[in-house]
């Protein structure tokens, strides 16, 4: 069993940034390649970013490829989102998931384990 932990979210203006952390116990993550998902209200929870278990390869939505980096310290069992020209359409609740498949892997479906989201609220 993994349990996921996200934290660093809130409520921030339009162009501000928020970095995500998600902190894993219960064994190390090196082995899973690593996902955020959001889902905002109403709507579908969605891709947005993957890293592979050495941190080597990342993935991206288009819709975040160019504000969004994510990464990862194994040492520390911990995932992170640097969101930078934050909008109001990336206002959602943002979730931590593990796979045992590659980092290119976009499906709900496709991952083991989420954490219980954390919320991001950026105003106009």
């Known amino acids: 069993q993994v349990q996921l932990v996200e934290s660093g979210g809130g409520l921030v203006q339009a162009g501000d940034s928020l970095r995500l952390s998600c902190v894993a116990s219960?064994?190390?993550?090196?082995?899973?390649?690593m996902g955020w998902f959001r889902q905002a209200p109403g709507k579908e929870r969605e891709f947005v970013a993957s890293?592979?278990?050495?941190?080597?390869?990342?993935s991206y939505a288009d819709s975040v490829r160019d504000r969004f980096t994510i990464s990862r310290d194994n040492a520390k069992n911990t995932v992170r989102l640097q969101m930078n020209s934050l909008k109001p359409e990336d206002t959602a609740v943002y979730y931590c998931?593990?796979?045992?498949?590659?980092?290119?892997?976009?499906?709900?479906?496709?991952?083991?384990?989420w954490g219980q989201g954390t919320q991001v609220t950026v105003s106009s």
């Open positions: 219960g064994r190390t993550i090196s082995t899973y390649a």
């Open positions: 998931a593990a796979t045992s498949g590659s980092a290119y892997l976009r499906r709900r479906t496709e991952y083991d384990y």
């Open positions: 890293i592979s278990g050495g941190g080597v390869v990342t």
